[in-house]
């Protein structure tokens, strides 16, 4: 379905964004948050250096925040629809952002780092 050369393939597949081979994190996702972030210093296929420049990845907090808030609307709507009162929603969008964070984090790394890095064919190396 999603195939390789699209952003998205990389971002779902936790794969380097230029060469779409190796993998980015050291781990897969998991709701501990011992070894979640870790990334390969850089990619084991093309060699891209993941940390394009120090601290790189502090954008990523805002590709972070534009994620869990549209999460939280989603879930507000979704409990506005079905009739639960305003407490009740607070809740169920609070547990719902708790145990999606560390996958957010995630996600919105790959996120960011594919809005710098594309994808390219041929090998680099
Ligand atoms: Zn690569």
Known sequence: MLKKGSKLYSVLH????RC????F????????????LKIHEKCSSCGLKYMIEPSFFYGAMYVSYALTVAMAV????????IGLELIPAFIAIVIILVVSNPF?????????????????KKKIK
Request: aromatic share 16%.
């Open 20 to 23: 779409q081979e190796g993998d």
């Open 25 to 36: 994190f050291q781990s897969s996702a998991s709701l501990t948050f011992k070894n979640n």
């Open 14 to 17: 936790n794969k380097c964004p």
């Open 74 to 81: 989603a879930v507000f709507v979704i409990c506005y629809l």
């Open 104 to 120: 957010v984090m995630r996600i919105s790394r790959l996120l960011y780092i594919n809005m710098f890095v594309h994808f390219q």
